[in-house]
């Protein structure tokens, strides 16, 4: 499989150097090269600043954790801080700021991730530190202990101290029966207290190999720029053994489930309802289809918004969520929150109702063609930057896509068809295989509208 | 071809080479209308980013029984305007695939607008008409109200909302500083039609308006697309401008009582404004003790050493009219008082010793470094045109930024910190810190009611 998989990007990498010259037909310009241990580098050239960000994804995730051993991918992404026999952690951390340089690290289900933008005169200098942690991370018990306390503290604050952390967390556990998408990444409290230094390193030998890491680089620099000097660092360290993903299957879903969370710390009732579909690494079509679907049910023009907020009065918001990014089956959302005082159960027979007639009816060609355009342009002014592009190339080739699927996705929202969109709703939108979710203080009913997102900030001045 | 930036950038390399002479290529011009326009001209994409800010117009200029319309003008001016009611509008916005929000700050009310150049001329218009000429439509006006009454109800047990609202209202008692910028349930189910009307006509004005825009075409057509926008505004605003007000920093601690496992902490004083002659010696010095993420002292006291939070941080928060600085962090309940100890001793030792000549050079190295990559994207560019006039930098401030931190010394650093902890530049002690808390926190007792008089 990871053979058959590496085989396959690097087919599409020489691709992209043939098929330059229709670029037009792109979102963006990806280039790839793999080094002989397996390392896989991407490029995404942005010559507008001197700037260069380095992402190093690794093939790991909280859903590769074993089974009662929940959380020891995020711990140990909190662990790479603490240095190495060549470079302590404070001397990392030091090294980057004295390029004015920012940097961090995230852990999802599918993919831990380490990154940094630096000026392009320190590109050689973090592709060192990150190589040398790749392989000789050193992790003491006392740093391991006291590591410990903050991540209970990152799980407090985000979890414990938040019932709609916890509703959450819930919800994704109630979705799946045998997937490990259904465990925190986090990891429940009392298995981050059990976890070990010695499970932490295990984790770390397993999985940390060039031949389970993507490289991305993007910025002001290019593949002939790169390569020599990711040879120089990251060549340096010997392939591993390919680490097998193990992720069990989900059986089929046959009864709807249900989760009833009631907190007197929610003053405001909300409604949920997940249904398990398929991700983008299906390549049958229902993704796109999906997140058009998803596009035009959502928003201020969108369907549900309309119906529900604006038409019947009966909700001070809805929408639907749909992330198809991700390596095995993922879930579809709708959701809605009542008005003050709202019966939650009458919402949810609205929202109903609203499914009913999509599924009846099906969408019109006119709400299909906005749904596109908002995608298509939204992808223009994600150009702009240039660190999502590099997690746009690193999370896809982490789940197995393309460089051209990755690059065309313009063109593949642009080819949906309304009939594919009914299809792929028909087959999503079935209620025996939903999680409905209903978050409500002790007695009463409703949640949060959608927050509109803060503005950015400028540079700090 | 100009690469703007590339100027920037060079003040990182400045650590180790010769000062850069050249000036960053921010062009300057008059509109036809009069409105100063600060442009980066960016040639490899076809979109046009602006920023274009009103000042003296944020939540805190609007009188306490309003608070909350500066939001609430934000949620509505795309729900319609001129012919077009809500929906209209805002197929409008689809239809030309324009990018544009809204954002009502604590200063200020600013607007922001990405469009493909080729579409350009109606994104601006449009944005015209959404100032100048805002619908505010009964049925979304109640709409929109709602929306926000049910944010503000499912936010009232949130413990970091409660947290600063209160520590806000005790630390700008009677000015627009203490009150929030989404306003409360009170104050906005009040609110009326008349004041959302009165809020724009008062205050998106020309006068108070300040554009900085990145784009790929000359500066002339940037200038008279910004006219598109601003020409059926008034040419004056009329409403007050804000008060200056100084923090109240007493020494009490005040619990606000809470079953929660985690409670959350501030600790203020006195902060320094960004027209100060000492505020880079402020930067540097919140820099060091909790404002650098993964580097500062406080993250490697309390959470590297100790293991005693997730969250640990501090800053100088200068805002137009006052100042005041913050430490934050949160803990179990049982940690409390350790982590309050710590942060004050942190205080105490800075102001007796200040910092190390390696904390003030990496501090000064990273904070010149780090301003310059941040400029990395067309919309952070025009946001940060605008602040610089704002603050009233001037358009070379991105070269003397390099050497306002290079003059800042040691001694610099001690009396920003007593002026700061102890509230006079002259004095060296006690170090004086406001504690807030959220939660049910150990080790810590609160100031006695009788005390807080």
């Known amino acids: 499989m990871m053979e058959t998989f590496l085989r396959t990007l690097g087919a599409a990498a020489i691709c992209s150097f043939l098929l330059m010259p229709v670029a037009e037909a792109e979102d963006f310009k990806v280039r790839t090269a793999t080094l002989d241990n397996g390392l896989l580098i991407a490029v995404v050239e942005d010559h507008r600043a001197p700037v260069v960000t380095q992402m190093l994804y690794y093939k790991a995730g909280s859903a590769d954790e074993q089974n009662g051993k929940t959380g020891v991918a995020h711990f140990l992404e909190h662990m790479m801080f603490q240095g190495t026999s060549t470079t302590p952690g404070a001397e990392f951390r030091s090294t980057i700021s004295r390029f004015g340089g920012r940097e961090n690290a995230f852990t999802s289900s599918d993919v831990t991730v380490y990154h940094q933008t630096v000026g392009k005169e320190a590109l050689e200098l973090v592709l060192r530190l990150e190589a040398d942690r790749m392989h000789n991370l050193t992790i003491t018990q006392k740093e391991f202990d006291s590591e410990k306390e903050v991540i209970k503290e990152e799980r407090r604050n985000r979890y414990e101290n938040e019932p709609a952390g916890q509703f959450g967390e819930q919800m994704q556990a109630a979705q799946f029966l045998n997937h490990p998408y259904g465990q925190p990444t986090i990891g429940w409290m009392h298995e981050i207290d059990a976890t070990t230094r010695d499970e932490a390193l295990a984790w770390y030998k397993k999985w940390y190999v060039p031949n389970n890491a993507i490289l991305v680089i993007a910025g002001d620099t290019t593949l002939e720029e790169v390569v020599p000097l990711a040879r120089k660092y990251y060549g340096a360290i010997p392939r591993g053994a390919d680490p097998q993903r193990f992720r069990p299957k989900e059986p089929p879903q046959l009864a709807e489930r249900r989760v009833l969370l009631y907190d007197p710390r929610v003053r405001q009732a909300s409604f949920t309802r997940n249904y398990l579909a398929p991700s983008v690494t299906a390549r049958d079509g229902v993704a796109p289809a999906l997140s058009v679907l998803s596009a035009l049910l959502s928003g201020g023009t969108g369907r549900f918004y309309q119906a529900l907020v604006v038409e019947q009065r009966i909700a001070a918001g809805a929408g639907a969520a749909y992330g198809g990014g991700t390596l095995d089956a993922t879930t579809f959302g709708v959701w809605a929150t009542p008005l003050r005082g709202g019966d939650i159960a009458a919402l949810e027979r609205a929202m109903d109702v609203e499914l009913d007639k999509l599924l009846r009816d099906g969408v019109t060609e006119e709400e299909v063609t906005r749904a596109k355009v908002n995608i298509t342009s939204g992808l223009v002014f994600a150009r702009d930057n240039v660190m999502g592009l590099a997690r746009r190339v690193g999370n896809g080739l982490s789940i197995g896509q393309t460089i051209e699927e990755i690059t065309n996705w313009s063109q593949v929202i642009e080819s949906v068809t309304v009939a594919q969109v009914n299809a792929a709703a028909k087959q999503v939108l079935d209620r025996r295989r939903s999680v409905t979710g209903i978050m409500q203080p002790p007695q009463a009913a409703p949640a949060a509208p959608p927050a509109r997102p803060a503005a950015q900030q400028g540079a700090a001045l | ?453």
């Open chain 2, 1 to 453: 071809m100009t690469k703007p930036i590339a100027f920037l950038l060079a003040v990182v390399a400045w650590v180790a080479m010769a000062p850069i002479a050249n000036a960053v290529d921010i062009q300057r011009m008059r509109t036809p209308l009069g409105v100063e326009v600060w442009y980066v001209r960016e040639p490899s994409l076809p979109i046009i980013a602006a920023s274009i800010v009103f000042q003296e117009a944020g939540a805190a200029s609007v009188p306490a029984d309003k608070e909350g319309l500066a939001y609430l003008t934000q949620v509505l001016l795309d729900e319609g305007a001129g012919d077009l009611k809500s929906l209209d509008f805002q197929r409008r916005i689809e239809d030309l695939a324009i990018d544009l929000s809204f954002d009502a700050n604590t200063d200020t009310f600013g607007v922001t607008l990405r469009t493909l150049t080729t579409r350009a001329d109606d994104a601006f218009k449009l944005l015209g008409l959404a100032l100048s000429k805002p619908r505010f439509d009964d049925d979304a006006v109640e709409r929109m109200r709602n929306a926000i009454l049910i944010d503000l109800t499912s936010r009232l047990d949130d413990p970091d909302d409660i947290l600063n609202r209160a520590f806000s209202a005790m630390t700008f008692p009677h000015h627009g500083y203490g009150r929030s910028v989404r306003g409360t349930v009170d104050t906005v189910e009040k609110l009326a039609k008349q004041d959302l009307r009165d809020y724009v006509q008062t205050r998106f004005a020309r006068d108070r308006v300040v554009v900085g825009a990145v784009g790929d075409v000359p500066i002339e057509e940037l200038a008279r697309l910004i006219d598109l926008a601003l020409t059926d505004l008034p040419a004056k605003g009329t409403a007050q401008p804000i008060a200056e007000v100084t923090p109240a920093v007493t020494e009490d601690v005040r619990i606000l009582k809470k079953e929660i496992p985690q409670s959350s902490v501030l600790l203020s004083a006195y902060g320094i404004k960004r027209e100060d002659p000492d505020y880079y010696a402020a930067v540097i010095l919140n820099s060091v003790m909790g404002g650098a993420a993964f580097m500062s002292r406080l993250w490697n006291e309390v959470r590297e050493e100790r293991g005693l939070a997730y969250s640990v941080s501090t800053s100088n928060s200068a805002l137009e009219h006052a100042a005041y600085f913050v430490a934050y962090v949160a803990t179990n309940n049982e940690n409390v008082g350790e982590s309050v100890r710590l942060i004050r001793e942190e205080a105490e030792r800075i102001v007796r010793d200040g910092i190390t000549k390696e904390e003030l050079d990496a501090a000064k190295v990273y904070l010149i470094g780090s301003f310059a990559l941040s400029l990395d994207t067309n919309a952070r560019i025009a946001r940060t045109l605008v602040s610089m006039q704002i603050s009233e930098l001037g358009p070379d401030y991105i070269d003397k930024r390099v050497d306002y931190y290079n003059a800042v010394t040691p001694e610099d650093i001690k009396r920003v910190a007593r002026r700061i902890f102890v509230g006079d530049a002259n004095a060296t002690g006690p170090v004086r810190l406001t504690t807030t808390i959220i939660g049910d926190p150990k080790n810590i007792e609160a100031t006695p009611p009788a005390k807080n008089g």
